[in-house]
Nanobody
Framework: QVQLVESGGGSVQAGGSLRLSCAASRYTYSRNYMGWFRQSPGKGREGVAVIYTGGTSTYYADSVKGRFTISQDNAKNTVYLQMNSLKPEDTAMYYC??????????????????WGQGTQVTVSS
């Protein structure tokens, strides 16, 4: 069964940290790229960070560079998003995504075949 399950969201004050986890089924995890996206009320879903699970390449949105780190644990079929120096503007529902169509940009929401249910991150000032 193809499945993505996020966890680790919560409420923190500005400057704090959270670590999100995305546990994937073995089939989903092996599909090359996995990404973290976020969506805040009234806005579209945007890419935050992407990792190539077959290697070590990582990619970040400019808004989170230097603050967020995406990583993987192949033994656990899990991708993480370590979020430091959180800002109120980071408040959003965070989604894990997997198996993008390689003919499309991995920053494209429409490229991904599988999505998790989301985990809420709230940063207060």
């Amino acid at each position: 069964q193809v499945q993505l399950v996020e966890s680790g969201g919560g409420s923190v004050q500005a400057g704090g940290s959270l670590r999100l986890s995305c546990a994937a089924s073995r089939y989903t995890y092996s599909r090359n790229y996995m990404g973290w996206f976020r969506q805040s009320p009234g806005k579209g879903r945007e890419g935050v960070a992407v990792i190539y699970t077959g290697g070590t390449s990582t990619y970040y949105a400019d808004s989170v560079k230097g603050r967020f780190t995406i990583s993987q644990d192949n033994a656990k079929n899990t991708v993480y998003l370590q979020m430091n120096s959180l800002k109120p503007e980071d408040t959003a529902m965070y989604y894990c995504a997997a198996d993008p169509a390689l003919s499309l940009s991995f920053w494209s929401v429409g490229a991904y075949k599988y999505w998790g249910q989301g985990t809420q991150v709230t940063v207060s000032s």
